[in-house]
């Protein structure tokens, strides 16, 4: 999950997230690649998405909606992790997911 | 989270969405061919692709490859070699993909109008998932039809032999009647009731009459050439031999010595020096002679296999 940034003025905690509509992507065991087709329509070639490690467990997990808690947890028992060192983290990350339009919140 | 270097494996079905969806953006009638397609019907197996392959509708060709390079696809540049087919596809690259989309106006095989041969397939496409969405294709036959044209143009390449073995294998184990008489009315509509006749002979079916009209017939020889003739010398002999007549040694003579210019195009490996020219050209014209007799008579048998309007095996 390198790179991340920390969450904008979004509020992660709240609400449930899933992949957005309209993309197109390939999931393998240990990687996820993703592209967003609606940026064709605005005239731009869109630019694909590698996510690997933490990143492409975090996107399995959002193939249907899950929360942040959830996500905490599922990687938190994956990884042997604790909980606290991950939120902040899991946050930033979905947080730059939503930035870049590749999640939806399901209220 | 950063863009990063982007897997084969992955890029190919990504592009495939990316290319349906500038086809669905701009009106454009697309039909995905080969590689995945084939795949999903379970006609090939699984192996990694290295592009797309899409064929427009002639009538849209242009007005796509505009689509993408407006999106910052461009043309791979080709070595201005001559070619026995007409060129039937235009290869796209783009600096962020690590596979080419190519673009078919054609498919060598189908001897038809490829109008009428595109509007045919289209008329009976169907849809396969990739990458997560719904791409349009050929029907399950026509997928058949192109994966085994594709395999014959160059049967003298391992890979090619063993996926048309393993195409009419499959085919032989789930094509019934319905399946059959398919076949045949696309080879019919596409114009390869003979450039399909392996097929039809593996499989036990009747293959349909060929057309009898000069164009067709013309089609048939080039694609009878290419198939068994397919080097340097069997390209520039055939780029030589054809009308006018008038033409033919002057054609010849530069098929020989090529203008230095188009030499350096073809072989830039060729040292800087005249002598290095000289004696890459010297090489050139020995490969070429040492094909010839094989090329002459390949050809002369495919001339008279197409005027007798019957495959030559």
């Excluded at chain 1, 996107?59 to 991950?86: H, K, N, Q, Y």
């Excluded at chain 2, 210019?261 to 490996?269: C, I």
Aim: aromatic fraction near 6%.
């Amino acid at each position: 999950m390198s790179g991340m940034n920390s969450p904008d003025r979004v509020d992660i905690t709240s609400g449930r997230w899933v992949h957005a509509a309209d993309l197109a992507q390939v999931c393998t065991e240990d990687r996820s690649s993703v592209l967003d087709l609606r940026q064709i329509d605005h005239g731009t070639c869109p630019s694909p998405y590698v996510m690997e490690g933490a990143g492409h467990r975090i996107w399995t997990l959002l193939s249907g909606p899950c929360s942040l808690s959830d996500m905490v947890r599922a990687i938190s028992e994956a990884c042997e992790i604790a909980e606290d060192d991950l939120s902040e983290s899991i946050a930033a990350f979905i947080g730059e997911l939503d930035r870049i339009g590749l999640v939806s919140r399901v209220d | 989270m950063r863009e990063r270097h982007l897997p084969l494996p992955d890029a190919v079905p990504l592009a495939h969405a990316l290319a349906s969806r500038v086809a669905e953006r701009d009106g454009c009638k697309a039909l995905f061919i080969k590689g995945h397609v084939a795949e999903a019907y379970e006609l090939r197996r699984h192996r990694v692709s290295s592009d797309v392959d899409v064929w427009l509708s002639p009538d849209d060709f242009e007005c796509y490859l505009d689509a993408l390079h407006s999106l910052g696809w461009t043309e791979r540049q080709l070595r201005p070699a001559p070619r026995i087919l007409a060129l039937h596809s235009t290869t796209m690259i783009h600096e962020s993909w690590p596979c080419d989309i190519d673009v078919h106006r054609a498919f060598p095989g189908m001897l038809a109008e490829p109008q009428d041969a595109f509007d045919h397939l289209w008329r009976h496409r169907s849809q396969v998932e990739v990458a997560g969405t719904m791409i349009p294709a050929c029907d399950r036959m026509g997928t058949a039809v192109v994966t085994a044209l594709h395999a014959l143009r160059d049967m003298h390449v391992e890979r090619n032999r063993v996926e048309f073995d393993y195409l009419t294998k499959v085919l032989r184990e789930s094509v019934g009647s319905t399946d059959s008489a398919r076949l045949v009315e696309i080879a019919s509509a596409v114009g390869a009731a003979q450039t399909l006749e392996p097929l039809f002979r593996a499989l036990r079916i009747e293959a349909p009459d060929p057309p009898s009209d000069p164009v067709y017939l013309h089609r048939w020889h080039d694609w009878e050439w290419r198939r068994k003739n397919n080097n340097p010398t069997s390209r520039w002999l055939r780029e030589a031999v054809r009308r006018p007549y008038r033409n033919v040694p002057a054609r010849l003579w530069r098929a020989v010595i090529l203008p230095g210019d188009l030499f350096r195009q073809l072989y830039p490996e060729v040292g800087p020096r005249r002598r290095d020219m000289w004696a890459a050209r010297g090489r050139r014209i020995g490969r070429g002679l040492s094909a010839l007799p094989g090329v002459v008579g390949v050809a002369w048998t495919s001339y008279r296999s197409g005027r007798q309007g019957g495959p030559s095996t």
